[in-house]
């Protein structure tokens, strides 16, 4: 029998994918070089593998998307997430809105088909004013929130949820964010103004 001092020497009796790992199993973690995919074995103990010039294969399991990359190396990359979206910014006026009058100001409308959500609505006037902010298809305007403002003030919509303010580009380009505005004067015309702040996605 070997002393404490005198070295032991270990071997494993299984190859790489060749049974299952048993109580008596010494594994180790390293990878095998293979020039095309490996095929295993249900239930074996394997190995990583790497191509012939160390790089290591990855496949994300279940993922939705598009696979790069080569057959002999794939790589799953997940189209789940949201579209990056490009923040957009516009300004309109409707112009000397008589006392009591009404009027709508829009924001640039998208291209067709790009859907676009709206993040935030600003309303000024020199005079008193009613606000309401709608979301507009090219057809049916919808309510979504209600501004009032005294003389010289300005008024912001803030959108806590801008998924659920959604317009989608048309062929005619008439579908837009917009508000209607009315004079609460009982004298004076005005010119009011709003600015859209939305995202268009990707």
């Known amino acids: 029998m070997a002393d404490q001092f005198t070295p032991v020497p270990v071997k494993g009796l299984k190859t790489n994918n060749s049974a299952a790992p048993g109580t008596d199993l010494v594994s180790t973690l390293p990878a095998v070089a293979n020039a095309s995919?490996?095929?295993?074995?249900?239930?074996?103990?394997?190995?990583?593998?790497?191509?012939?010039n160390?790089?290591?294969r990855v496949r994300l399991q279940n993922a939705?998307?598009?696979?790069?990359?080569t057959t002999s190396n794939p790589l799953v990359v997940s189209t789940d997430a949201t579209p990056a979206a490009d923040s957009k910014y516009t300004y309109g006026t409707a112009t000397s809105v008589a006392a009591g009058g009404s009027d709508t100001i829009s924001s640039t409308a998208p291209a067709d088909t790009v859907v676009a959500e709206l993040t935030q609505v600003t309303v000024s006037s020199s005079v008193r004013f009613k606000a309401i902010v709608e979301l507009f298809d090219g057809t049916t305007a919808t309510p979504v929130a209600a501004?009032?403002?005294n003389a010289n003030d300005t008024k912001t919509f803030t959108v806590a949820t801008p998924e659920a303010m959604q317009i989608t580009g048309n062929t005619g380009g008439t579908a837009v964010f917009r508000v209607s505005v009315t004079?609460?004067?009982?004298?004076?015309?005005?010119?009011?103004y709003a600015t859209f702040e939305y995202n268009e996605l990707a």
């Open 37 to 52: 995919n490996p095929t295993w074995t249900e239930g074996n103990d394997v190995k990583q593998s790497v191509d012939l």
């Open 54 to 56: 160390g790089a290591q």
């Open 183 to 192: 004079n609460m004067d009982d004298f004076f015309a005005a010119d009011m």
């Open 147 to 149: 501004l009032f403002g």
């Open 64 to 69: 939705s998307g598009t696979e790069v990359g």
